[in-house]
C-alpha cells in the first residue's frame, strides 16, 4: 500500500522570504501523480501544484515549486517570496495514476506553516 | 468561491442525535466524495459516488449513512455518533472516478466542522 510522509508537523517563514516543505512517498508504482494541498482557515483544499511522475521537469507555478526526485521517492514543495496569505495547513498527496478505487488520493498529515510579517 | 457547497458548515450535536450533512456540487462532475479529517491524522476516505451508485465504502460504521440522490448533490447521514466522530468532514468531487487521476482532479468544498457531545 502507498504511504505519504510529511515529517514537519510546523514551519515558519519570514515574509519574502523561501521556504521548503518536505513530503517523502511509497510505492511500487510507475505511473501516478503527486499534489500539495493547501487548506487555509476557510477549511476549503485548495490544489497549488500536481507532478505527474512520468515527467522529469519539476512542476512550477508562480511562486510555488517542487523538487521530484523519483528515485528517492520524495517531492518537497518550494515557496519564494513567502506572503501572509500562504499560512495554512500543507498536504503532500499521491494518486496512482489509474482511475476507480487504485486512483484515491492518499494524504499525509500535514505541514502547519506559519508567515511572520 | 468554490464549486462545491457545503452545509452546514458548524454542527453540535449529541450522541443520541439524528442529523444530516449536505454537499453540493455545481461542477458537473459525475464521481463525489465523503473524507473525515481529524486532528493530526491523515485524511481519511470515507465513501465515494460514481453516476449516483456507491462504488467505495472504506470500512465505515453503520452510524454513517451516505445518500446520493442525484450527481449534483450528496448526504452523509448521522445517528447514534460518539464522541471520536468529530472531525472535519470534507466533500470532493471529480469529473470521472473511472478516469486516470490526471483527468480527473478532485474539487473540495469547505467542510463540516462536526462536534460530538
Known amino acids: 500500500a502507498q504511504t505519504v510522509t510529511q515529517s514537519q508537523p510546523e514551519m515558519s517563514v519570514q515574509e519574502a522570504e523561501t521556504v521548503t516543505l518536505s513530503c517523502t512517498y511509497d510505492?511500487?508504482?510507475?505511473?501516478?501523480?503527486l499534489f500539495w494541498y493547501k487548506q487555509p482557515p476557510s477549511r476549503q483544499m485548495i490544489l497549488v501544484i500536481r507532478q505527474e511522475a512520468y515527467k522529469q521537469q519539476n512542476a512550477t507555478e508562480n511562486r510555488f515549486s517542487v523538487n521530484f526526485q523519483k528515485a528517492a521517492k520524495s517531492f518537497s514543495l518550494k515557496i519564494s517570496d513567502s506572503q501572509l496569505g500562504d499560512a495554512a495547513m500543507y498536504f503532500c498527496a499521491y494518486r496512482s495514476a489509474y482511475g476507480g478505487s487504485q486512483g484515491n488520493l492518499i494524504f499525509g498529515k500535514g505541514t502547519k506553516l506559519s508567515v511572520k510579517p | 468561491e468554490t464549486g462545491v457547497t457545503q452545509t452546514p458548515r458548524h454542527l453540535v450535536m449529541g450522541m443520541t442525535n439524528k442529523k444530516s450533512l449536505k454537499c453540493e456540487q455545481h461542477l458537473g462532475h459525475n464521481a463525489m466524495y465523503w473524507y473525515k479529517q481529524s486532528a493530526k491524522k491523515p485524511l481519511e476516505l470515507m465513501f465515494v459516488?460514481?453516476?449516483?451508485?456507491?462504488?467505495e465504502n472504506n470500512s465505515v460504521p453503520s452510524r454513517f449513512s451516505p445518500e446520493c440522490p442525484n450527481s449534483s448533490h450528496l448526504f452523509l447521514h448521522l445517528h447514534t455518533l460518539q464522541p471520536e466522530d468529530s472531525a472535519l468532514y470534507l466533500c470532493?468531487?471529480?469529473?470521472?472516478?473511472?478516469?486516470?487521476?490526471?483527468?480527473?482532479?478532485?474539487?473540495f468544498g469547505n467542510g463540516t466542522r462536526l462536534t460530538v457531545t
Open positions: 510505492t511500487s508504482e510507475s505511473d501516478y501523480y
Open positions: 459516488y460514481s453516476l449516483e451508485e456507491r462504488v
Open positions: 470532493a468531487s471529480s469529473q470521472d472516478y473511472l478516469r486516470d487521476a490526471g483527468h480527473s482532479p478532485l474539487h
